[in-house]
């Protein structure tokens, strides 16, 4: 009966051997040369100069939905494309209305000026 489990015992080692055994390894065999330019703060190539509570601009957050929204757009058209051949017209005509929402979103943002950055 447990002999049915062996295989899944097994794969749980071996994963568990390989993603804590290079940790391991290098913790080991690796070089601790301390410094003050490892253990200082990194961000962007320059030292923090604010609070990290610091308030974004709207516009940043705006920029990442647009990015979301137009990476979606293109997870749609992929398996729209693959089987085009299987829904011929119908599947065509939905995409064009689907096209043209997300047209029509994006003149409404560049209208607005949501794409300008400053």
Known sequence: MLENYFPVLLFIIIGFAVGVGPIVTGAIL????????????????????????????????????????????????????????????FGFVSMMIFLGILVVGFIYEWMKGALEWE
């Open 30 to 89: 690796g070089p601790h040369r301390w410094d003050s330019e490892k253990l200082s703060p990194y961000e962007c190539g320059f030292e923090a100069f604010e609070d990290a509570r610091m308030k974004f601009d709207v516009r940043y957050y705006l920029v990442a939905i647009l990015f979301i929204l137009f990476d979606l757009e293109i997870a749609f058209l992929f398996p729209w494309a693959i089987a085009l051949n299987e829904i011929v017209l």
